[in-house]
């Protein structure tokens, strides 16, 4: 047997259950294609999903949580992820000279995208966190003078 006839497949509920999510996110997540799966079924066809997929949504939903990303902000990142691995796959084909420059070029601007939406997200919490202290000392200080 090979590799794909032995991994096990899972339906829409059961990876719902895995990843702590609904049915219909896993849905959207697939309209907005940030998750395979639709493109393979026929209409009126279960959704089957392999261990790849759960992987893949737990990423995405790891993301959306900890970075509190925007789905338009998920699906550049997810796409930045696709074309990075697209080029991981060319530079093990064993490229020419040239051709890895041209890897190299290619991803240093998806990496570059990737980092300012975390640093971003990075100077929001850390803005956040300086108006919670302050409104913390303000909270102190009138408890004191009390």
């Known amino acids: 047997m090979t590799a794909q006839l032995e991994e096990r497949s899972f339906r829409i509920g059961e990876v719902a259950e895995q990843v702590g999510v609904t049915t219909r996110t896993i849905r959207y997540y697939e309209e907005l294609g940030l998750l395979g799966g639709s493109a393979e079924r ?3 066809a279960h959704r089957l999903y392999g261990q790849a997929d759960v992987a893949r949504l737990q990423g995405l939903i790891r993301l959306r949580d900890l970075l509190g990303l925007s789905l338009e902000e998920l699906v550049e990142i997810a796409e930045a ?4 691995a697209a080029l991981r796959e060319e530079w093990a084909s064993d490229p020419t000279d040239a051709e890895r420059v041209r890897i190299v070029a290619a991803t240093i601007p998806l990496v570059e995208r990737q980092l ?3 640093r971003a997200r ?3 919490l850390a803005d956040f ?3 919670l202290a302050e ?3 303000s909270l102190r200080q009138r408890a004191s003078s009390q």
């Open 135 to 137: 409104k913390l000392d």
């Open 122 to 124: 990075q100077q929001r």
């Open 116 to 118: 300012e939406l975390v």
């Open 42 to 44: 026929t209409k009126g």
């Open 129 to 131: 966190a300086a108006e």
């Open 81 to 84: 992820d696709e074309a990075r």
